[in-house]
Structures are given as C-alpha cells and as structure tokens.
C-alpha cells in the first residue's frame, strides 16, 4: 500500500482518515464563519457591550483571514503543507480556547483575531492536502467527498451553533472547536503524508501582508468607531502596499494578474455580492432574534435552506455554467439575491416563518446558488492554469475583504445606534433601510457581469472547478492549481 504523497488510494483506510482530517480541520474554519453571528445578541447581553463591538466580533476573525490568506498558502507550499495544516489548527484551538474564556469584549476580540490567523493558516492547506496526498485516479473522488462533507457540516453549523447558545451558551460554539482540533491533529500527523510545491521558491511578501492588513484595519476601524482619520491612514497604507506589490519580484499579490479583463471583471463581482451577503446574514441574524423574538437556535435552523439549496443544486448550477456560459448565472443571480433581500422587508414582530422568512431564504438560496459555481469557475478559467490556485486565493481574499467592509459600513449607513440591538423598535427601523442598500449593491454587481463578462466558456480549455459543491455563504471555496503527476 502506496501511502507517499500522490500515492495514497480513497478506499483505503489512511485515504479515509486524510479525508476526516482536511474535513475537520476546513468545517472549524468554515463554521466559525457562520455560527458567531446567530450568537451576537447573547454575546452583547453576557459582556454588556454596544454595536461597534459585535461588529469587531465578527470581524477581527474576517480581518487577519483576508489579510493573510494568500501567505497562508504560500507557507504550505514551501515548509510542508501538513506541517502548516497542522501548525494552523492547533493556532486556531488555541484562539477558540481563549474566545471562550474571554472574561470581556476587548480580549474577546483580540481572541478572534487569534483565531483567524489560524483558519488563514489551515484553510488553504486542506484542499491542498487532497491533491497531494491521493492518487491521480481517485483525486477527483476524493475532493467530490471533501467538498460534499464540508457542504453537509455547513448546512449543520447554524443549527449547532443555536441549540449551543441556547443550551450551554454562548462560549461554546468557541469551545466545541478544542476537541475537534484534538482529534484533527493526531490524526493528520500520523496519516497525512508531507508535502511541498518543489518550485516554490523566493521570498514570502510578509511587507505586503502587513501593509494590506493594517489598511483595512484602519478602514474598518474607521467605518466602525466612525473616525475619518483612521479611514484616511487606511486609504494611505493601501497605496503603500499598492505600490510595494508593483516593485516586489515576488509579490503576494501580482498586479499583472489584473490585466486579464475577465479576472477583474469577475473580482468586482465578487466584491458587490460577497459584500451584500455579509450584511444580510449579519443583519438577518440579529433581526429574527431581536425583532421577531426567535431564540437562537430558531434563527439559526431559520436560515437552514440558503445553505441546503446550496448543497444540493450547486453541481448541477456548476454544470449549467459549463453549458450556457457565465453571463447569465452572473447577471441572473444577483438579482434573485436581491429579490429575496427585498423579501427580506415583510419580516418583523411576529413574523410567520412559512409565508414571511421562508419565501424570503428560498428566493436567496436559488440567486446563491445560480451564481455561486459559475463564478468561480470563471476566476479560474480567466487566468492560465499555472496561476489558478493564486486567482482562486486572490478571488476568496476578495469575497472576505468586501464581507468585513460590509459589516463595518452597513450599520453607520442605516444608522444604527451603539444600544440599535437592544432595542426591536429601533432595529427594526434601521433593518429595513439596510436590506435595500444590500440590494442594490446586488444590482450594480448584476450590471457589471451583464457588461463585462464575456459569453464564451474559457473553463472548457483551462482549469475548472474541483469543488463541485459551494456552500459557502462568506466566500467562493478556494481552489487549487492543478497538481503535477509524480
């Protein structure tokens, strides 16, 4: 039995241990996206804290994901893929450890921040890993059962996360991540065979990652507290790290990959729909809980059918990509998207869940899933295939980037007070002018896929997706370049 890297076969029992580990280790990452927010109102009530800071819960996670999400890859690729799984999980228990042990809001958010420098180091190594460690012949298998499990564990995740908020509570949809990690760890060490990318070589762009990172935290900490000049100083670190990307040899992010009209195009999408996402499931949550009067774990299965319409049709969605070619599921999508957040309007106090909260997700989860796997699949065909994993990481950083602005603007837009979330009236109020302004930044990405994205299919000559399932509702699944045949 073959267990070296590109060697291991799926029937086997290390191919399935390689497969509970990469699914353990990207459902921790994934999860924590998505449960925090059903658990906001809790949180906010235990620790006695304002809007700003269920805001900065949300995003010290999303901040240091999307800042170092691309290096996080870049270090897998040359000290060791496992070793850097690994490395990120266990960084990522320690982080979960301490946000549930978080005596106050301050050290709550710097845990976050903790935790999301961990899921930038695990995330990209999972899907990696499949591609390494299996035999070219069961590859495709293999992360059709990687993506399919993800898929199963995101649609559990909100659901989880409500009965624990409502049973033990709030801390440990944070603590269920310790044992996980526990299991994930042992198992990957003993299974999971090492691997690296023999070509990568160069420097690591860590003055990017810093200089990219600190502009949208200057940006976002600006838009949350609202301050104009750490909006400014972001504004200025971000040319900073313009200009460093345009001079480095080996840069984090290459600007020479947005000269392809395509990936640009696709990106702006990318930007408006994963920013109107990130504000509707934000907001969403809150709303069931603080104006509709739901418990945690009613909002959290509430929301269920976005992420099983995901699961079950994104294939096929992806399929009829293929078929029609991308301008249509981008063009068609988004507005779908925006006619469930408009739906979105009839759900207030009292609010009945079969004729106001349901009609509203269904219409949601069908834009979500129209559009979903055709984009993706045109980030990678939009770029050679030696660049295909880079263009994914730079299209997932992107959908992240957008969701944190997302949650640091949409509150000050529809003028939410500090106290809004105590208060169902004044919620309620602020909701409603929030789910248009989701919506029409929906449109305007509608029009910019109707404008700029071209009919013909590229995917049909370059890469496509490996990931047949999407069920992510905060970013495109990340994708990797092909492997290499050993």
């Known amino acids: 039995m073959d267990n070296s890297p590109g060697g291991i076969r799926l029937a086997t029992a290390t191919g399935r241990w390689v ?83 978080a005596p106050n809001d301050l050290l709550l958010v710097g845990a976050r921040a903790l935790q999301g420098i961990g899921a930038a180091l695990l995330t990209p190594g999972s899907l990696a890993l499949i591609q390494a460690s299996f035999h070219p012949d069961d590859r495709a298998r293999a992360v059709g059962l990687w993506s399919g499990l993800g898929g199963v564990g995101a649609a559990v995740g909100p659901f989880l996360g409500g009965w624990l908020v409502d049973g033990p509570g709030w801390r440990w949809i944070f603590f269920i991540n310790v044992p996980l990690a526990a299991l994930c760890v042992p198992v990957a060490l003993k299974h999971v065979p090492e691997s690296r990318d023999p070509e990568h070589h160069g420097r690591f762009d860590v003055l990017g990652a810093v200089l990219g990172a600190t502009s949208l935290a200057l940006v976002t900490y600006g838009l949350i507290a609202p301050q104009v000049w750490a909006g400014v100083a972001g504004v200025v670190f971000g040319a900073a790290f313009v200009v460093v990307e345009r001079r480095r040899p080996d840069p984090m992010l290459p600007p020479s990959i947005f000269r392809s009209r395509q990936f640009t195009a696709v990106n702006l999408v990318t930007l408006c729909v994963y920013a109107a996402f990130a504000g509707f499931f934000f907001l969403v949550a809150l709303q069931l809980q603080v104006v509709s009067g739901y418990s945690a774990l009613g909002a959290g299965t509430a929301l269920l059918p976005t992420t099983v319409l995901m699961l079950l049709l994104s294939a096929k969605s992806g399929e009829l990509g293929e078929r029609i070619g991308p301008r249509i599921p981008l063009t068609v999508g988004p507005l779908l998207c925006a006619g469930g957040m408009l739906l979105m309007l009839r759900v207030g106090e009292n609010a009945s869940y079969v004729s106001d909260v349901l009609p509203a997700l269904l219409v949601m989860g069908l834009g979500m899933v129209t559009l979903v796997a055709p984009l993706t699949a045109t980030v990678l065909a939009s770029v050679e295939t030696g660049r295909a994993g880079l263009a994914s990481g730079i299209n997932n950083a992107a959908a992240r980037v957008a969701g944190l602005l997302a949650v640091a603007a949409l509150p000050l837009l529809a003028g939410m007070g500090p106290e809004a979330y105590r208060s169902a009236e004044e919620f309620g109020e602020t909701f409603r002018r929030a789910m248009p302004m989701c919506a029409g930044v929906l449109v305007v990405g509608s029009l910019i896929a109707w404008s700029t994205v071209r009919r013909g299919v590229r995917g049909a000559v370059g890469p496509r997706p490996e990931c047949r399932v999407n069920c992510g509702v905060v970013a495109p699944p990340l994708e990797q370049a092909p492997a290499r045949e050993h």
Not at 48 to 69: E, F, P, S
Not at 71 to 89: E, H, P, S
């Open 19 to 101: 497969i509970l580990t990469t699914v353990l280790g990207s459902s921790m990452a994934l999860l924590d996206s998505t449960v925090v927010n059903v658990a906001l109102p809790r949180i906010g009530e235990d620790l006695d804290t304002d809007m700003a800071v269920l805001q900065w819960t949300v995003n010290a996670y999303t901040l240091t994901l999307a800042g170092l999400i691309l290096l996080g890859g870049a270090l897998g690729d040359r000290y060791g893929r496992r070793k850097i799984f690994v490395l990120g999980t266990i960084w990522f228990a320690i982080g979960s450890l301490l946000c549930g042990l």
